[in-house]
Every structure is written in C-alpha cells, then in structure tokens.
C-alpha cells in the first residue's frame, strides 16, 4: 500500500508542478483518486515551541503549491529514509489537507512504509500558504534554487503588494536590490502602493517627503514631543525625526531639497487630506505661543528644583516678555542708541542660536542612545 500512495504523490506533485503557479483555485479542485480526507479528530499535543502537533493518516494529505520547480529530489527522499528516528513534523494546509512544507520527510516516510505523520496545521489563504512555503524551504532543509527563489519573489511582490523589498527578499533568500528590480519590472502587475510594511511589521510611507511635512507640523504644535513620539504620529523613524528637527532649529526646511522635494515621489498616491503646496505646508507650521510654553516649563520640577534651571526659565520668561511687546519696545530705542542695541540684540540672538544648537545635539544623542538601547 505505501508504495502505491508514493507513486500517487508523485503523480500528483507533478501534475501541480505543471499548473500555472499564480493560479491558486486550480489547486483547490479536487484530485483524482480519493486521497482527500477531513482532519481527524485526534487530540494534538503541544510542543515547547507553542505549536500543536497532531498525528494525521498520510492518506488524508495532498502535495501542495510548491516553489520547486523541478519538484522533489530524489535522492533527499533517499536520504531522509535511511535515517532513524521520527521527522520534525510537516506543515499543512487545514483548508484543503495540502502540504506547505515537508514534502520530502512525507514521501521518505512513504518510503519507510509509515501510514501516519505529525502534522502542524496552517490556518491562512492560498497566497500566505505560498509565503510559508518559500520562507520554510529557504531556512531549512533542501536550499531552493537561484531560478526557484526569484519566481518565488515575482509571485510573492504580486500577491503581498504592501510588503517591503527587505521582507521579500529576506523570505526568498535573495537581496533587497534583486527584489526591488523584480518589483520594477513587474510594474503594470503590481498595485502601486504609498506605503509599505517592514520586517519588523512596521508600516512606513515610500516617500519620507509627506511624512517630513507631518513631523514638522508636530514639533511645531508639540516642541517638548519627544522623537519617538513624533515619529509615530508623523508615520517615519526617529532618526528621520531627528534629521527634521535638526533642519529647523537651523532655520531650514524639513524636506532636503533636491529632485521631487517639493512633493511625494512620482506615482505615490498622497491623501486628499494632506495639502500638496509647500505654500500650505509653511502656513501651518506656526510657532507655538511662547506664553503657554513658559507656563508649562514652569510647572516641571526638574527645572524649578536647580537654581540652572530657575536661571533658565527666568532668561526663557524675559525673552518671552521681549516677543509680545517687541513693537512697543521698538519704538522706545532712540536714535543714537539704535546701533548698540542692535549690535546687542543680535549677539544675543547668536548666543541662544548656539544654545539651541547644544542642546538639539545633546537631546538627539540622547535619544540615540535610547534608541540604539
């Protein structure tokens, strides 16, 4: 019996082999031969990993999508039976009893005459089986060709538009480079997204541009914002925060300039709600009254508990006093007193530029640090 079920699979291993890959619903059609059975109702145990293990009839088990082009090897197979001792167990698809990853132990165990396997059931669709499928046999087990792991990128950017070039590439073991040439040649495929998620399931814009333009407006409203905290209503990392904070303290734009500065890159899609016009952009990044600012530095305890600190906020309240009434002040300088004062004024306004300058450095390495930590 077990040598007629092997040459059953193999049979029908070929004959998904031979199906177009992207064509998902021509694997869930029945197979001639009456191989398909429900799960069983056995109870599974629970291994240290967290994952439940059942045992399944190799009977109720059909070859899955597989990324082997070639299909399976031979010679594994023939390895893989002279070895003792139980498999590691396979990975099944629950919806329709296909094997994801393990083609190779269920046929060596075919092989060595076995009737049951352990089995770890996979619940998803036909295009997150595939993924599991690629991510499996790219970790593990029999190394998936050049020519395998690229047709596994192609149909992995078509069916997971929203996942980034390092994650695919991490998933079919090839570079990020090779994955985003994949990506451009499969253009008038793919839906063109303006974000995507990393690796870490984070999700990031494609263009840092919008995102600049967010996270200035924040420092604006919220000056005392810590990066991490900008970063995540802005939708960009720390470090680009950083970089942003740093270009105004230094009375530049958020957004560098150069090719396509001015707006999101070309055929990124930008919400109706964000305005496209620099002109816009600027008008909205108003200062932040310095009143209410004062008000609430004097009530942080670190600062009013140090007599720096007390020295601070009352430097900070006179200069605060010095911008609602510049006008009236102003008008009072008179005339042969006008180039000293300006002379004074703006050796002042240097000297709290470079006290601004300090202190962005030494907050950003300070974030640094907590980041990197």
Request: aromatic letters at 2%; charged letters at 30%; glycine letters at 8%.
């Amino acid at each position: 019996m077990g040598s007629a079920i092997f040459c059953k699979f193999l049979e029908q291993f070929n004959g998904v082999s031979e199906l177009n890959k992207p064509n998902a619903s021509s694997l869930d059609s029945e197979h001639d031969g009456g191989l398909v059975a429900e799960p069983t109702d056995e109870v599974g145990t629970v291994n240290k990993c967290g994952r439940e293990i059942i045992v399944l009839p190799i009977a109720a088990l059909l070859p899955g999508d597989s990324p082997r082009s070639e299909g399976p090897d031979q010679k594994h197979i023939e390895r893989l039976s002279e070895m003792d001792g139980p498999f590691p167990p396979i990975l099944v698809n629950r919806n329709n009893m296909r094997v994801i990853d393990g083609m190779h132990r269920l046929l060596a165990a075919l092989q060595k005459g076995q009737e049951d396997i352990e089995v770890e059931l996979f619940e998803g669709t036909a295009e997150e089986a595939f993924l599991r499928a690629v991510e499996t046999n790219v970790t593990h087990g029999l190394p998936l060709s050049q020519v395998d792991r690229r047709t596994a990128a192609e149909r992995i950017v078509t069916s997971h538009p929203h996942m980034s070039d390092r994650s695919i590439a991490r998933a079919s073991g090839l570079g990020a480079r090779t994955v985003a040439a994949i990506r451009r040649r499969l253009t008038d495929a793919v839906p063109q997204l303006n974000a995507r998620v990393g690796r870490d399931g984070k999700i990031r814009p494609l263009s840092s541009v919008e995102g600049r333009w967010r996270a200035a407006e924040v420092i604006a409203e919220k000056p005392e914002a810590s990066l991490r905290e900008v970063a995540r209503l802005a939708g960009i990392s720390p470090a680009t925060v950083s970089d942003v904070r740093r270009r105004l303290a230094s009375g530049r734009e958020p957004v560098p300039e150069g090719p396509g500065a001015a707006d999101a890159r070309e055929g990124v899609a930008v919400s109706p709600q964000v305005p496209r016009q620099r002109g816009e952009r600027k008008k909205r990044l108003t200062q932040p009254d310095p009143g209410s600012v004062i008000d609430k530095l004097l009530r942080d305890p670190s600062l009013r508990h140090k007599e720096e600190g007390r020295h601070l906020l009352r430097l900070l309240q006179q200069n605060a006093i010095v911008t609602e009434e510049r006008s009236e002040l102003t008008a009072a300088v008179p005339p042969h007193c006008g180039a000293l004062i300006v002379s004074l004024a703006r050796q002042y306004a240097d000297t709290w530029r470079e006290f601004a300058q300090d202190l962005d450095e030494r907050v950003r390495s300070i974030s640094c640090e907590a980041i990197s930590g």
